[in-house]
């Protein structure tokens, strides 16, 4: 895990998916180990910031594509500077929509989790529904685990379209073990 310590690469390095891929996969895994201790919020928590680390990786991986769909050169340049290193939470949702019309189908339905799920970390269940989407600690548990499990999916998905390394092998490996446990 010492690896998400480290500064990211460049965005503009062959290395930047990778990296992100690897952060997700920890991420997701460093989640699994707060549901494991009772600690939903928090796990609610590591696993938005997993999806945010696998958007910050899609929207790399599909920069050409995402840049030719944009007319104006700020977009684009806002595109290259902030969206693929920061994923502002505040676009997220605009940025998983322009991953949806590229191909990836269903992508913008688990953002919309993925926002949710940030909001359960910071409000806690809410049985009126008012500041969160979640009426029960495991009503957010169980959404927590469905992301991840989309998280795996997604990454698998990837196998032979970015630079795969042992380490991000065996990180997967490792989150798919601790799924089943």
């Known amino acids: 895990m010492?690896?998400?310590?480290?500064?990211?690469?460049?965005?503009?390095?062959?290395?930047?998916?990778?990296?992100r891929l690897l952060e997700a996969l920890v991420e997701s895994r460093l989640a699994l180990e707060f549901l494991s201790?009772?600690?939903?919020?928090n796990a609610a928590g590591k696993a938005f910031q997993a999806w945010r680390a696998l958007m910050a990786a899609l929207l790399r991986l599909e920069?050409?594509?995402?840049?030719?769909?944009?007319?104006?050169?700020e977009e684009r340049r806002w595109l290259e500077s902030t969206a693929v290193p920061r994923v502002p939470t505040t676009r997220i949702m605009q940025l998983s929509l322009m991953l949806s019309d590229i191909g990836y189908t269903g992508i913008s339905a688990?953002?919309?989790?993925?926002?949710?799920?940030?909001?359960?970390?910071?409000?806690?269940?809410?049985?009126?529904l008012a500041l969160s989407k979640f009426r029960s600690r495991e009503e957010a548990a169980r959404a927590t685990m469905e992301l991840i499990a989309e998280i795996v999916k997604?990454?698998?998905?990837?196998?032979?379209r970015t630079k795969w390394s042992e380490q991000l092998e065996k990180e997967l490996e490792e989150l798919k073990g601790s799924m089943k446990t």
């Open 2 to 19: 010492e690896f998400i310590e480290r500064p990211l690469p460049k965005p503009t390095d062959e290395s930047y998916v990778e990296a």
């Open 37 to 41: 201790k009772g600690l939903v919020r």
């Open 63 to 73: 920069l050409d594509k995402l840049r030719a769909m944009v007319k104006a050169d």
């Open 110 to 128: 688990w953002t919309d989790r993925a926002l949710n799920l940030h909001d359960y970390q910071y409000n806690g269940p809410d049985p009126d």
């Open 154 to 160: 997604q990454v698998e998905s990837l196998r032979g």
